[in-house]
């Protein structure tokens, strides 16, 4: 069992930056997910992948319409998965979730909720105009 926790999450302004984080708990497991993603939900809106990390070889998986604005990297030693968020507009406001999960498909990362098995309680964004 996986337990995910997200922080960071706040209010800004338009142009500001947030750094959210994700502490992940394993319990009867020693080793670590495989993937582990950053997915947000607004309003009325489904669920979409924001972008995931393979834990084991780090390589990223981005949404194209964020990219160059959200980063998500790794601490290994602690678990720990972060997403910086860069140059927030209004749109961004969301509720912020973080997933893991042992699955991989054709070797890499999935961006879909589908794929993903832990998910945390989730930590809000807003950014205001």
């Known amino acids: 069992q996986v337990k995910l926790v997200e922080s960071g999450g706040g209010s800004v302004q338009a142009g500001g930056s947030l750094r959210l984080s994700c502490a992940a708990s394993?319990?009867?497991?020693?080793?670590?997910?495989?993937?582990m993603g950053w997915f947000r939900q607004a309003p009325v809106k489904e669920r979409e992948g924001v972008a995931a990390?393979?834990?084991?070889?780090?390589?990223?998986y981005n949404a194209d319409s964020l990219k160059g604005r959200f980063t998500i990297s790794q601490d290994s030693a602690k678990n720990t998965v972060y997403l910086q968020m860069n140059s927030l507009k209004p749109e961004d406001t969301a509720m912020y979730y973080c997933?893991?999960?042992?699955?991989?498909?054709?070797?890499?990362?999935?961006?879909?909720?589908?794929?993903?098995?832990?998910w945390g309680q989730g930590t809000p964004v807003t950014v205001s105009s």
């Open positions: 997933a893991a999960t042992w699955r991989l498909y054709g070797g890499t990362c999935g961006m879909q909720q589908d794929q993903y098995d832990y």
């Open positions: 990390i393979a834990t084991g070889g780090g390589s990223t």
């Open positions: 394993l319990y009867g497991s020693t080793y670590s997910t495989n993937c």
